[in-house]
């Protein structure tokens, strides 16, 4: 293999970028080429769009993260948000987390089990393919109250507590896991892999 620019010499099947962890040159299976690209871009594409479309449409939830991050970046005498910032951006995450519960980004995953399990009461044997629709996890009314508001409050680290770790599942779980709204647009959702608009999300952004 031809030596790449930047990069030590392989070996054992990786490559080593400087300073860096390194990864793999080995082939990798398609099912899990697809899952990386979804997990990675598709999720994440969702969770900002439905994130600007939940801030644009909650003014005050709006003026909380602004103040948050002009707290944060004031504090720092920096305009520009580092990657040290972001453990201080606790609202915001608060906020990311409930776009994700509202709006899952993967609604559902599938398992195969590796034995014999006991659902709800009942057997559901070795083999059997099971489907965990996130959607309606997050969507619980016995844990979930009007699960269709948007409140970021849920993420309040007492509310956390009060929940089972499993009550939210933003991209399924184990060891694999100013902005204002356009008023004559209507936005509707479609179910698929990763939850994404029908008709687009459009917004307008104005300077403050």
Same mark, same amino acid.
């Given at each position: 293999? &031809?030596? !790449?620019?930047g990069?030590s010499? &392989?070996?054992?099947g990786?490559?080593?970028?400087?300073? %860096? !962890?390194?990864?793999?040159?080995?082939p =990798?299976?398609?099912?899990?080429?697809i899952l990386?690209v979804?997990?990675?871009? +598709?999720?994440?594409a969702?969770? =900002?769009?439905?994130?600007?479309?939940?801030? &644009?449409?909650h003014? +005050?939830v %709006? #003026?909380r993260v602004?103040?948050?991050i002009d707290?944060?970046?004031t504090r720092?005498?920096h %305009?520009d !948000?580092?990657?040290?910032d972001?453990p201080?951006?606790?609202y915001l995450?608060?906020?990311?987390k409930?776009? %994700?519960r509202?709006?899952?980004?993967?609604?559902f995953v599938?398992?195969l089990l590796?034995k014999?399990t006991?659902?709800?009461g009942?057997a559901a044997p070795?083999?059997?393919?099971v489907? =965990?629709v996130?959607?309606?996890?997050?969507?619980?009314?016995?844990?979930?109250?009007?699960?269709?508001?948007? +409140?970021?409050? #849920?993420?309040?680290?007492?509310?956390?507590?009060k929940?089972?770790?499993?009550?939210?599942l933003p991209?399924?779980a184990?060891?694999?896991v100013?902005?204002?709204?356009d008023?004559?647009?209507?936005?509707?959702? =479609?179910?698929s892999?990763v939850?994404?608009?029908?008709?687009?999300?459009?917004?307008f952004?104005s300077?403050?």
């Amino acid at each position: 293999m &031809a030596p !790449v620019a930047g990069l030590s010499p &392989a070996t054992e099947g990786s490559l080593q970028i400087i300073g %860096q !962890v390194p990864f793999t040159v080995s082939p =990798i299976p398609f099912e899990d080429a697809i899952l990386y690209v979804v997990q990675r871009h +598709d999720t994440t594409a969702s969770t =900002i769009s439905w994130a600007l479309y939940s801030i &644009a449409g909650h003014p +005050d939830v %709006q #003026r909380r993260v602004q103040e948050e991050i002009d707290s944060v970046l004031t504090r720092n005498d920096h %305009q520009d !948000v580092t990657w040290e910032d972001l453990p201080y951006f606790t609202y915001l995450t608060m906020v990311i987390k409930e776009v %994700q519960r509202l709006h899952s980004p993967v609604p559902f995953v599938q398992r195969l089990l590796t034995k014999d399990t006991e659902i709800d009461g009942k057997a559901a044997p070795k083999g059997t393919l099971v489907n =965990i629709v996130i959607y309606n996890i997050h969507h619980n009314p016995s844990v979930w109250s009007e699960s269709l508001r948007f +409140d970021p409050d #849920r993420f309040l680290p007492e509310n956390v507590k009060k929940r089972h770790p499993y009550a939210f599942l933003p991209f399924s779980a184990g060891p694999r896991v100013n902005i204002r709204l356009d008023p004559d647009h209507k936005v509707e959702k =479609i179910l698929s892999t990763v939850m994404r608009a029908k008709n687009d999300i459009r917004l307008f952004v104005s300077e403050r």
